[in-house]
Every structure is written in structure tokens, then in C-alpha cells.
């Protein structure tokens, strides 16, 4: 769950039923074979972060806390892992999370199989 895959759908199932939200891969998993760095190279997430004077990584992560999921990042990075857990003390504003919440959704990675399958299933509908 991130700001391009919103999961708004499973959202409101998951709250209608009482079920907690947790959000893996809030930075895209970038690095990984099924993720990328669309996240973090998002135009509309850096506008956001230059303005505020946060990173792009911390706008998502803050967009996932703010959804009331738990986010699940992972950095190696001293720096980084710092950078991730500053984010508790500020909140964004509701032209920020409309701006977002007008994101397009994506399913799966440019990377990934998965994206070329989702891509044709969804052609097919
Ligand atoms: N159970 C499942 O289905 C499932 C699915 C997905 C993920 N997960 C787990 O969820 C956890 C999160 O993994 P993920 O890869 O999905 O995490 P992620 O937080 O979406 O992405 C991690 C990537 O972002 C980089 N990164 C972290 N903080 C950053 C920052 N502030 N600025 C720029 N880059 C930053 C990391 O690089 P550096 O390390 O170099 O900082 C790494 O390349 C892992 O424990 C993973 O195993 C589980």
C-alpha cells in the first residue's frame, strides 16, 4: 500500500470488517524484483515534499500513517531509517492529500510479470 497503490477498495473492507490495514512496500520496494522507483521519483510527491520541506520517502510514508495502516519500510541505512521514523510530528494538508488521493493507481511493478498480467487481464474486462 502507497500512495500509487491505494488499495482504497480493500481499505474500506478491511475498516467494514475490523480487520488492521498494514502497508508493506510503502516506498514501492524499490530494489527488489517486483518493486521500482516510481515512488520516490513521483513529481507530484517531490512538489509536495519541496514544499513542506520533507523527502519524497517521508511524504509516503506519512500518507500510509495518516490511512491508519502501519507501515512497514526498510531501509539499511542509518541516515534513511532516521529520516523514516520522522514523520509522527507533522501532518499533511487536505491539498496535499487530494493531490494524492488524484494520483493514477497502478497495479503491481513496471518490472514485474505481474504488471504485464494485471495490464491484460484488465484489457480483457
Ligand atoms: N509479506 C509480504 O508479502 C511482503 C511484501 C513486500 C514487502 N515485505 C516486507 O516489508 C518490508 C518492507 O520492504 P520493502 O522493500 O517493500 O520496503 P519499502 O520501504 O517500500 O522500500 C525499501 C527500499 O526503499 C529504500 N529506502 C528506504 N527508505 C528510504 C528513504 N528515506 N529514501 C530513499 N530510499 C529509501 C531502501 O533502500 P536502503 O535500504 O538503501 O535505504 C529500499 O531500496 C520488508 O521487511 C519486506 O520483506 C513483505
Given at each position: 500500500?502507497?500512495?500509487?497503490?491505494?488499495?482504497?477498495?480493500?481499505?474500506?473492507?478491511?475498516?467494514?470488517?475490523?480487520?488492521?490495514?498494514?502497508?508493506?512496500?510503502?516506498l514501492g520496494s524499490?530494489?527488489?524484483?517486483?518493486?521500482?522507483?516510481?515512488?520516490?521519483?513521483?513529481?507530484?510527491?517531490?512538489?509536495?515534499?519541496?514544499?513542506?520541506?520533507?523527502?519524497?520517502?517521508?511524504?509516503?510514508?506519512?500518507?500510509?500513517?495518516?490511512?491508519?495502516?502501519?507501515?512497514?519500510?526498510?531501509?539499511?541505512?542509518?541516515?534513511?531509517?532516521?529520516?523514516?521514523?520522522?514523520?509522527?510530528?507533522?501532518?499533511?494538508?487536505?491539498?496535499?492529500?487530494?493531490?494524492?488521493?488524484?494520483?493514477?493507481?497502478?497495479k503491481g511493478s513496471?518490472?514485474?510479470?505481474?504488471?504485464?498480467?494485471?495490464?491484460?487481464?484488465?484489457?480483457?474486462?
Amino acid at each position: 500500500m502507497n500512495p500509487l497503490c491505494q488499495q482504497k477498495e480493500l481499505k474500506e473492507f478491511c475498516e467494514a470488517k475490523g480487520v488492521h490495514v498494514s502497508a508493506h512496500s510503502p516506498l514501492g520496494s524499490n530494489g527488489t524484483i517486483w518493486g521500482d522507483n516510481r515512488i520516490l521519483d513521483c513529481d507530484a510527491l517531490k512538489e509536495i515534499a519541496e514544499s513542506i520541506g520533507k523527502t519524497t520517502a517521508q511524504i509516503a510514508l506519512r500518507w500510509a500513517y495518516e490511512q491508519g495502516a502501519s507501515v512497514i519500510t526498510k531501509s539499511f541505512n542509518k541516515d534513511r531509517m532516521k529520516e523514516n521514523l520522522e514523520i509522527l510530528d507533522w501532518s499533511l494538508s487536505m491539498e496535499d492529500l487530494d493531490k494524492i488521493n488524484g494520483l493514477p493507481r497502478r497495479k503491481g511493478s513496471a518490472r514485474s510479470p505481474i504488471f504485464e498480467l494485471s495490464k491484460e487481464l484488465e484489457a480483457e474486462l
